[in-house]
């Protein structure tokens, strides 16, 4: 493993269970104690967690990191579940839908209904693939270099790819969601893409775990108002919903 990816599954775990202690990590990781607090101090520099005795506890909320889409996946798969349930509500009887990479995206993909015909347009290699197996698809990819850490297609031929389309409802995903900051992401290269889709459909439906609500990454893309609607978890504390309502953002809860 390396440093990088070592730092962020120690963020990851510190905002999972709340702190994270020196002795654990350097036993689960099979790395020395010092390896560790370097590790702690690194991301302690970047604002990420915040030292203590024996370890740390997350630093505000900002998301300067970006975990794999498998690690992702395992996080809050309930409620991302219910999420893409609720996004059924939204899908065109027939037509053309955008699903951008994500792990909720992934699972709203999965339960796309089978009776349906639908030609979905995709930057997720995952997606496509698993979709491309039934009959009553017509998948795209928009093309373009793939992120290993999103497995998301970016970069100037996904961005021509998405400028020649127009669909009916794009479901896309966020970094982070914030009334006062807006739209971020962590990686210059999916900003672009994600600024991109906010255009592409005459419906934009964000989905998004409460855990997206409020945190902010180093890349602004977009404002509230330039999506239709944002499906998240009951998670969510009814004055971040208002807070998001009030900036023009419609709020559902599942």
């Not at 909720?104 to 693939?129: C, G, H, K, M, Q």
Request: charged letters at 25%; proline letters at 4%; a negative charge.
């Amino acid at each position: 493993m390396y440093a990088e990816e070592r730092q962020q599954l120690i963020v990851l775990r510190a905002h999972e269970a709340g702190r994270v202690k020196v002795a654990e990590l350097a036993d689960d990781l099979g790395v020395a104690t010092e390896t560790i607090r370097r590790d702690l101090a690194v991301l302690e520099s970047q604002g990420l967690l915040q030292r203590v005795h024996g370890g740390a506890i997350p630093a505000g909320r900002m998301v300067a990191f970006e975990p794999e889409v498998t690690a992702r996946a395992q996080t809050m798969a309930d409620e991302k579940r219910r999420i893409a349930k609720a996004a059924l509500a939204e899908l065109p009887d027939g037509g053309v839908i955008f699903i951008e990479a994500g792990s909720t995206a992934a699972v709203f993909a999965e339960l796309l209904p089978l009776d349906r015909e639908l030609t979905v347009v995709t930057n997720s290699l995952p997606i496509a693939l698993a979709l491309a197996r039934h009959p009553t698809r017509t998948v795209l990819t928009v093309g373009g270099r793939v992120r290993r850490l999103s497995m998301a297609e970016v970069d100037d031929w996904a961005l021509r790819g998405i400028a020649g389309a127009r669909v009916d409802v794009a479901f896309v995903g966020t970094n982070g969601v914030s009334a006062r900051y807006g739209l971020t992401t962590p990686d210059t290269a999916e900003a672009a893409v994600k600024r991109a889709l906010l255009g592409v459909g005459s419906r934009t439906i964000l989905l998004a775990d409460h855990s997206k609500v409020g945190a902010v990454s180093l890349c602004r893309y977009g404002e509230p108002r330039e999506l239709d609607l944002l499906i998240t978890d009951s998670g969510l504390p009814a004055e971040a919903a208002q807070e998001l309502e009030a900036a023009g953002l419609a709020v559902m809860t599942a």
